[in-house]
């Protein structure tokens, strides 16, 4: 069941990604970069998340569309952007060749730039939300991804390399680099879902947890393997310059700290006082992913 509403959502999403691209009227060349990243077998795990999370409050759910295209945009460019030669100089994602290996450099940072101003036009221009909501979601969408979050994490990730770092420096560069945009989807989805206050509180505490659980999953799925790896991380050394869970508390280790999260996850949807019955089947789902 979760499976289906998963990629029902995922169908949904993919639609409406290539809708709000087809009506650019841009460079070819620009357009077939951005189109390539977006449409290259990402897993939509955040607009899913943001529906899930807009569902729990909210009704109607295309009145998120534009919040969850948005959001995958800037997800895509962050990793356009990680994959050049001047960050992880990576040859391979999803399995493909990386954007600046099928385009160039210059393309693919020209990609990485449009998809992230894009994301601010979308939101700004749909009719389904108030002004007031435009203004929410794109200070929530900036602060998760700019200087105070994702780019944060990204600094200080690229510092720790070849560093000993502490289970709290780690779990810090996890939360910005990657919680952050999970607290957007979170967040942004019962916003507009007219969640309270306490509602926010419960949910934003819930995206910390959940944003955990996928890093620890993530390190573990290096570790026990899968094909995917194959295209993951071919052209750096990420997988052993970087600490990880599991090189830091052992395998079994990194394994406990994930289920301690999924319980603290849990804890805090009981907080957020609705039927989370979909967050928390996706708190599983995200624990126990295997790519
Ligand atoms: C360049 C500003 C800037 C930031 C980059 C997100 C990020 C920051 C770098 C990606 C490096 C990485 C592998 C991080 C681990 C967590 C992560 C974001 C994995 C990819 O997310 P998925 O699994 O990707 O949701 P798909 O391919 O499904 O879209």
Redesign the pocket.
């Known amino acids: 069941m979760l499976n289906d509403y998963i990629s029902s959502n995922q169908k949904r999403i993919e639609k409406e990604i290539n809708r709000y691209v087809q009506q650019l009227s841009i460079p070819l060349e620009l357009k077939n970069s951005m189109l390539y990243s977006l449409e290259?077998?990402?897993?939509?795990?955040?607009p899913v998340l943001l529906m899930a999370s807009y569902e729990t409050y909210g009704e109607d759910v295309s009145k998120v569309f534009s919040s969850a295209v948005a959001l995958e945009m800037i997800?895509?460019?962050?990793?356009i952007?990680?994959d050049l030669p001047a960050?992880?100089d990576d040859t391979y994602?999803?399995g493909k060749l990386t954007n600046h290996k099928a385009f160039n450099e210059a393309t693919a940072i020209l990609a990485?730039d449009a998809l992230l101003t894009y994301s601010f036009e979308v939101i700004s221009s749909d009719p389904l939300l108030t002004d007031r909501e435009k203004v929410e979601i794109i200070n929530k969408i900036s602060k998760c991804s700019g200087p105070s979050g994702?780019?944060a994490?990204?600094i200080l990730?690229m510092e720790a390399e070849n560093k000993e770092i502490s289970l709290e420096e780690l779990e810090n560069i996890h939360n910005l680099?990657?919680g952050e945009?999970l607290k957007f989807a979170i967040t942004a989805g019962a916003y507009l879902g007219n969640a309270t206050e306490e509602q926010l509180e419960a949910l934003e505490e819930f995206s910390y947890y959940l944003g955990l659980i996928?890093?620890v999953q993530?390190d573990i799925l290096d570790i026990v393997g899968d094909e995917n790896k194959i295209g993951?991380s071919v052209g750096s050394d990420e997988i052993n310059d970087k600490s990880t869970y599991p090189k830091l508390l052992g395998l079994d280790g990194a394994m406990e700290r994930k289920n301690d999260y999924v319980n603290r996850a849990k804890e805090a949807l009981k907080k957020a006082d609705a039927d989370v019955s979909n967050l928390s089947a996706l708190t599983d789902f995200f624990s126990q992913r295997d790519h």
């Not at 290259?40 to 955040?46: I, S």
């Not at 997800?75 to 990793?79: A, D, E, P, V």
């Open positions: 290259a077998g990402g897993k939509r795990l955040r997800h895509t460019y962050s990793l952007h990680d960050m992880d994602r999803r990485g994702m780019v994490g990204q990730d680099k990657t945009l996928f890093q993530d993951k």
